[in-house]
């Protein structure tokens, strides 16, 4: 279940040992307004140019700009480019690079131009030799590699296909990275899978994922049993199929197949995605998150880099606007009033695929009980309704003297909450037409309750959702708080 605040706070505290195709992205923007009169070919008027660290570098830019450590290893040549990294590298404090210069190849630079005005790439010019590193340099990054494993605390291997992780580099890093107990996720390239057996993670894209398992992996399902297969002879615990604008698929060997959508987003530049997704993952799984969080972390991860130009990364601030969306709302945005136009909300989120969650209660005097129920229902959804009992509601339920607070202010304080995309409040003595209204895919009431006496438990699994109960804290109740404070005042 997702806690922002408390996971963001872990992702500071690892150190990623990342290993892959380091190159130099350089992105020409400009405007095209003419043909050339030397040939049939567009004139870019070129307005500005930016270089960016990129590959497998970019995985570790975002690891580093999320707050943690990254031990860099990969190859560069003896060539301008290759010494423009090095020093992109060293300016950076979170990431330490571990590189083998190889003076027979380039080191590999990427050319895009781009126009300015519709944001298309317009052509893209490369410098690279892709093909395995030479047995000398192979042994090299293995010896640069394998004493760095025990400073990690997880692996990712980032694969382009340009030489640096060759089937003995790869075979290499995953046993001994296993042999100390260090979970491996892998950007693969390579359509053999089998390549990268006994890694924790895989996570090729659409069209890798098909032409690695020869399946046309256009559904979830089919995705999924595709997966399983090719799980079992890359001895594998998981699989996650990227699917640009169709979201993600995470599949658990011997499990069930999860699937997010996208979340909406202007696309302004896909490249380096894949290498933020990555990079969020190999965060959040050493930082013990659950494959779920990790696969909801990732997406909205995926959203922010592509709303950005050029080689993009992602910061603890992004992350968190893309997650918690409302979180920034003035508290009386998020309020609806008995009988107020709840369809709309629904139909939006409903429209772009969210996980909708629901609580309720009265919530007089809001207490550490209520946030931890509260966060761990945000955790298992993409938007949280909170139902809220309205002022004559809660006299019924709880007599004369409350609440305490009325229902415009109980509304103000749940609003304010981050976790809290939306209060409902209700006249009835349970929410049960609210329920039935929301169908939430996922019901949220504290330790305190059975299953069976939650209202609207039958409801929510009609229609295939689920009742999630949360243990409580201890000692905290609105009753014993209010009586307390009635005995201090008397």
């Not at 307004?33 to 500005?48: G, T």
């Not at 030479?134 to 340009?162: C, G, H, N, W």
């Not at 996650?240 to 999860?258: K, P």
């Not at 009988?339 to 969210?354: K, M, P, S, T, Y």
């Amino acid at each position: 279940m997702l806690d922002f605040d408390a996971l963001s706070h872990a992702i500071t505290r690892q150190t990623v040992l990342c290993i892959g195709d380091l190159m130099l992205d350089e992105f020409v923007y400009g405007e095209v307004s003419r043909i050339s009169p030397e040939a049939p070919a567009p004139v870019i008027s070129v307005q500005r140019s930016e270089t960016n660290v990129g590959g497998a570098g970019n995985v570790a830019r975002n690891i580093a700009s999320l707050g943690a450590r990254c031990i860099f290893a990969g190859l560069i040549g003896e060539d301008e480019a290759g010494a423009k990294l090095r020093a992109e590298l060293s300016r950076e404090a979170r990431i330490e690079a571990v590189l083998v210069c190889d003076p027979n190849r380039p080191t590999t630079r990427k050319v895009r131009f781009v126009s300015e005005h519709f944001s298309t790439h317009m052509l893209r010019a490369d410098w690279e030799l892709a093909q395995p590193a030479a047995p000398d340099i192979e042994q090299k990054l293995i010896d640069a590699i394998l004493p760095q494993l025990a400073r990690a605390d997880i692996v990712l291997l980032s694969d382009y296909a340009k030489g640096v992780l060759t089937a003995r580099v790869i075979r290499n890093v995953i046993d001994a990275a296993k042999k100390l107990g260090k979970r491996v996720i892998v950007d693969p390239k390579s359509a053999n899978l089998a390549i990268y057996r006994g890694a924790t993670l895989l996570t090729p894209n659409r069209k890798e994922f098909a032409e690695a398992t020869r399946s046309r992996a256009d559904t979830a399902q089919g995705i999924a049993d595709a997966a399983q297969d090719a799980m079992y002879l890359a001895d594998c615990e998981a699989m996650l199929v990227t699917q640009s604008e169709h979201g993600m698929t995470l599949v658990v060997r011997g499990g069930e197949a999860i699937h997010v959508p996208a979340l909406p987003v202007t696309v302004r530049d896909v490249s380096g995605a894949g290498d933020t997704v990555a990079a969020v993952l190999a965060l959040t799984l050493a930082a013990n998150a659950d494959w779920e969080t990790a696969l909801r972390m990732a997406n909205a991860a995926a959203a922010v880099a592509v709303g950005k130009k050029g080689t993009a990364t992602v910061t603890p601030a992004e992350l968190r606007r893309k997650i918690l969306p409302h979180a920034s709302l003035a508290a009386e945005e998020k309020i609806v009033a008995a009988g107020g136009d709840l369809d709309v909300h629904l139909a939006e989120w409903r429209r772009q695929g969210l996980r909708v969650g629901f609580t309720n209660g009265c919530f007089d005097i809001l207490h550490p009980g209520h946030v931890k129920v509260l966060t761990a229902a945000r955790g298992a959804c993409d938007r949280l309704i909170v139902g809220l009992n309205s002022d004559a509601s809660v006299k019924r339920l709880k007599g004369e003297g409350r609440p305490v607070q009325d229902e415009r202010a109980r509304a103000e304080v749940l609003a304010a909450l981050e976790a809290v995309d939306l209060v409902a409040i209700f006249e009835e003595d349970t929410p049960i037409d609210l329920i039935t209204r929301v169908k939430p895919s996922v019901l949220v009431k504290g330790g305190d309750y059975t299953r069976e006496q939650v209202v609207g438990y039958e409801v929510v699994e009609a229609c295939g959702g689920e009742v999630l109960l949360i243990d409580i804290l201890p000692g905290h109740s609105t009753t014993s708080l209010v009586d307390r404070a009635r005995g201090s005042a008397a």
